[in-house]
């Protein structure tokens, strides 16, 4: 069993900065695969970003260029920089764990308005 606890969010304004970070529980972190999701009213959970085991990265093609997902697995962590942030990417950002089974987090608040 894995836990995850997303922190960071928040209200910003538009070009702003923000760091997600998600700590996860247990002693095998580093050979998950690790993703943050977000999910904005009224719409779909879509993959905003994701980091393999071996530190591969993949990005929703909205987020390229602003966004970078690294992790540190001494610290069993997952973190999501988030630059230039735009209103539309105003959702509820969800960490996940995946290796047998999939691990979800409980979700922290990103707003980005002026």
């Known amino acids: 069993q894995v836990q995850l606890v997303e922190s960071g969010g928040g209200l910003v304004q538009p070009g702003g900065s923000l760091r997600l970070s998600c700590a996860a529980s247990g002693s095998i972190f580093r050979f998950y695969n690790m993703g943050w999701y977000r999910q904005a009213p009224g719409k779909q959970r879509e993959l905003v970003a994701a980091?393999?085991?071996?530190?591969?990265?993949n990005y929703a093609d909205s987020v390229k260029g602003r966004f970078t997902i690294s992790r540190d697995n001494a610290k069993n962590t997952v973190y999501l920089q988030m630059n230039s942030l735009k209103p539309e990417d105003t959702a509820v950002y969800y960490c996940?764990?995946?290796?047998?089974?999939?691990?979800w987090g409980q979700g922290t608040q990103v707003t980005v308005s002026s």
């Open positions: 980091i393999s085991s071996g530190g591969s990265t």
């Open positions: 996940n764990a995946e290796l047998t089974r999939e691990y």
